[in-house]
């Protein structure tokens, strides 16, 4: 099998750009905008701009996940059952809630989101043992690299949380200068001949606030365009597993566009 994404992966990204997002995206909002289901509205520019980022983001997906090699139509069915699947299930009205209002959630919701959990929990299972039983004889680089790649989306979430600490609460300036006081203190009592100067020094290093406030919101379209990455094999369940991921990450792409991790207010 050859393993180039290019020339193929060209031809096979511009159907994968048909499919996803030229036709889903305009489907998608006129259909739901249709029944009444809940949307974020928006301008030509953000349009513009919402369709530019499908197009990045799906680039991404496309060539890091495999999918010029996977790409089916087990990908193409599954991705629309489950965009409007989704919308369905979202417009039920004890799914209309999100992560940060978790401590409210009724428990039919909790009931929903741990269905949810054990589901992936069984798929990343299952993608796991495809990793184990593709990898080369003799040769467990993928398996690790596969397995090693799981980690990234923690990785980025501990940052997340560390970026969100520092701008609220500014703990690693804190640190640092704590660190640096320590190493200048003795420097500054042999200067001074009082304590005046030193403790106005001392005062003046202390780190001054932001003037916004950061909270961590984490979006269904970024936890199931994480999952994208990783149904890569070329195999009817991955296939499908890889459609109903990215028509769920796509729903939240075309109904309400690519909101951010970290939301300053």
Not at 7 to 31: C, D, M, T
Not at 78 to 103: D, K, M, N, V
Not at 198 to 226: C, D, G, K, M
């Amino acid at each position: 099998m050859d393993n180039s994404l290019f020339p193929e992966g060209l031809k096979s990204h511009s159907q994968w750009n048909v499919a996803f997002i030229f036709i889903a995206y305009p489907l998608y909002r006129l259909i739901a905008g249709f029944f009444g289901w809940e949307l974020t509205r928006k301008s030509p520019c953000k349009h513009f701009s919402d369709v530019l980022a499908c197009i990045r983001y799906g680039f991404i997906v496309f060539v890091l996940g495999a999918y010029s090699i996977t790409f089916s139509w087990n990908t193409v069915i599954s991705f629309y059952i489950a965009i409007f699947g989704y919308a369905l299930l979202a417009e039920l009205p004890f799914a209309r809630e999100s992560l940060p209002t978790w401590r409210n959630w009724k428990i039919k919701m909790w009931i929903l989101i741990i269905t949810a959990i054990l589901i992936i929990l069984v798929m990343t299972k299952y993608h796991i043992c495809l990793a184990i039983k593709f990898q080369k004889p003799n040769n467990n680089k993928f398996l690790w690299w596969y397995l090693g790649s799981l980690t990234i989306p923690i990785i980025l979430i501990l940052m997340g949380i560390l970026a969100t600490k520092e701008n609220n609460e500014r703990t690693l300036t804190r640190k640092y200068i704590k660190i640096i006081k320590v190493i200048k203190v003795i420097n500054i009592f042999k200067k001074s001949d009082n304590g005046i100067n030193s403790r106005t020094e001392l005062i003046a290093s202390e780190p001054r606030p932001y003037l916004n406030t950061t909270r961590i919101h984490v979006h269904h379209w970024q936890i199931f365009y994480v999952l994208a990455f990783f149904t890569r094999f070329n195999h009817p369940i991955s296939q499908i597993g890889g459609g109903i991921v990215l028509g769920i990450y796509s729903h939240g792409m075309i109904a309400y566009g690519p909101d951010n991790y970290l939301i300053e207010t």
